[in-house]
């Protein structure tokens, strides 16, 4: 009770203290309380930011941008612009909802009954129909198209990625691998906004269009949403864990692998359990080619056959450390240099999947969506699991698009400014783990809540966004400003109410068409620095820069030599 009385006591005289202080016997006593009681003892009425622009507004907005782009690559220039080269990912667009959300299921592919055992292979085929490649468009993405910008400096000021000097020689390296060889892995994660691969497959395409490549990234083992980029099914009492969202607690080991979830059986029940990948004929063609599988995998603790399209494959035994195993299809489909999609089954308890991969070439972007996180998961991930895969992957460049999921619940710039240290070190660890690779920070976009009638952005967006740039600056990683180009704080009600609509009724996710939209901006912010570095940095990256040798992930800790999952090097 007494040391009650004493805090009360000393808060009070705190808070009523002058700022000079009080002088005694010819001594200054000035008090002062932490910076974290500052909102408690002078609160202060939240600002509200009513919405500045209207739909027209916007569209003006984006035409200024169109126009600048336009200025900037000149009339006959030879470059191919993502929202220009979208039509196959224009006819997936009804497979999500306003918000980002896709559906579970799309056709017979993942709505057909489970396959009896020893007919695995009709559900997964449903999916054939993936349109023929011609040699034009493959020669197309076989080719370096030229992707230096005249005249860079046309392009607007806002668009353009902010890099710091230190991150300076991460981003050469990255385009220096671009020019030379096009094998390049990217590693985009990211909150809700890039769901169902929205922006990060205007990413892909662009960038598979313009430097050479094939393949739909890495997908979850059990999806939360289905992705544009191909269509997923399973059979049998498969769950799915995440480290971000709504957390299974009885998870306590943390080991969820790169892309913080995994997948594994809740019960014994008898099989088959399979998993189906295949392509989605709506989207880019050059998504739909791959010539087998690499299943992510966890320590095995039972002996498990895998079997693909009803052949028996390769035994993972028990005790096989964390790893991959490769899987290839009977049959690829050698007419159009698609896959027709395959179903891959266990006989017997499998260990947890982290994650597919389809094999891919040349630039392969990566998009790992977390509903619900805030990007400050990472550190928390049991790290020897961590480091191996994502140096296996071993990613040019990883893209950090957060902050949207902390908006809602920041308080003051104190948590603004608390959250930005929080990010500081996600961004220290993936240094520490990949020194060579290039990082970018994705700021949030704009968001509003409602307040009476009115749609109002929330109070402390902009610290939120302050604090994540300033981090990006004082580690070293690029920043893009997602919130100031859409136009500012109060821009997202104009997004919701433009025709067609660019964002959700939710005024916080994008539609496709606006992620799409997004995706290209991105694209042109990329170009715009990649032609800044053909042209103006004076520190150059090596001019010889192999693409690192893929590594399995098992074996012991690195540096040491990793291997496969069946004991190979």
Known sequence: MALSVVGCAVTLLTALSPSEGWQWSGFDIRLEHPASWRAWLTPQAPQLIIPRLKPEDV????????????????????????????????????????TGAGTQETDALLSGPAPAQGDTSSAIHSAQGTPPIDSTQAARRMRNIPAVIPNASALPEVLRLTIPES???????????????????????????????????????????????????????????????VRQQHFGPWKRHTRYGRRDTTDVDERYGLMACYASLSDSTPGPHCLGL????????????????????????????????????????????????????????????????SLFCFSGTPPRLFALQPFGAGVQWHGVPMRGSSGTLFRKLERTTLSRQLQTLGPELVILQYGGNVVPHCQDTAQADRFGGWFASQI?????????????????????????VAWTSFPQLGAVRDALKRTAMAEGAGYWDLLEVMGGMGSMPAWVDSEPALA????????????????????????????DWKRNWSSPAPSSMPKRAVAPVSGPPPPAPLMKSDGTH
């Not at 200024?64 to 080269?85: E, N, R």
């Not at 498990?304 to 290839?328: E, H, K, Q, W």
């Not at 009724?505 to 990649?530: I, M, N």
């Open 428 to 452: 220290r660890l993936f240094k520490r783990l990949l020194p060579q690779a290039a990082i970018l920070v994705i700021g949030p976009s704009d968001m509003a809540e409602k307040r009476g």
């Open 167 to 229: 991150a300076r020689p991460a981003f050469a390296r990255l385009f220096a691998q671009l020019d030379q060889h096009g094998e390049v892995d990217v590693l985009h994660y990211g909150d809700s906004q890039i769901e169902g691969d929205r922006i990060s497959g205007v990413m892909r395409n662009a960038w598979q269009q313009r430097w050479g490549g094939h393949g739909p990234g890495l997908q979850a083992a059990i999806p939360l949403v289905q992705s544009f980029a």
């Open 504 to 531: 959700g009724p939710d005024h916080v996710h994008f539609t496709p068409l606006g992620a799409k939209r997004v995706g290209t901006l991105l694209d042109r912010a990329f170009l715009g620095c990649y032609s």
């Open 278 to 341: 295949a392509p989605e004929p709506r989207n880019h063609p050059q998504f739909a080619q791959w010539r087998g599988i690499r299943l992510w995998h966890d320590t095995v603790t039972t002996d498990c056959i895998v079997s693909m399209d009803d052949r028996n494959l390769d035994t993972l035994r028990a005790g096989t450390p964390a790893a991959y195993l490769d899987l290839f299809p009977a049959a690829p489909d050698t007419s159009t240099g698609s896959s027709n999609g």
């Open 59 to 98: 569209s003006d907005l984006l035409a200024q941008y169109d126009s600048g782009w336009t200025a900037a690559i000149g009339a006959d220039a030879l470059l191919p612009d993502a929202a220009a080269s979208s039509s196959h990912h224009d006819g997936a667009v009804d497979m999500m909802d306003s």
